[in-house]
Nanobody, 115 residues
Framework: QVQLVESGGGLVQAGGSLRLQCAAS?????MGWFRQAPGKEREFVAS????????DYSDSVKGRFTISRDNAKNTVYLQMNSLKPEDTGVYYC???????????WGQGTQVTVSS
């Protein structure tokens, strides 16, 4: 069974930074971050493949967030800079193989950005 455990969430002021971590029991080819704001559907944030080349980002976070992975530590990171109140939500780590297909999910970590 694949287990994913997120950490690093918290409360931060607008313009601040947070670094999320996802510890995985197994690192699949593709690792991703998603988020869900209150009253909204879960949305894609970023993804990265095993080689780490050419990560994918949503337009709303491009230039502010950076996804990375350490395959030796079975950990994927999400560095979030210049945070905005609209970045508030529960952030989930996900793991899978094919683009857009993530069968494994973590429990999520709360990120709250105050204005």
């Amino acid at each position: 069974q694949v287990q994913l455990v997120e950490s690093g969430g918290g409360l931060v002021q607008a313009g601040g930074s947070l670094r999320l971590q996802c510890a995985a029991s197994v690192m699949w080819y593709r690792m991703g971050w998603f988020r869900q704001a209150p009253g909204k559907e879960r949305e894609f944030v970023a993804s990265i493949t095993r080689s780490g080349g050419t990560p994918d980002y949503s337009d709303s976070v491009k230039g502010r967030f950076t996804i990375s992975r350490d395959n030796a530590k079975n950990t994927v990171y999400l560095q979030m800079n210049s945070l905005k109140p609209e970045d508030t939500g529960v952030y989930y780590c996900a793991s899978g193989w094919a683009p857009g297909s993530y069968p494994y999910w973590g429990q999520g970590t709360q990120v709250t950005v105050s204005s």
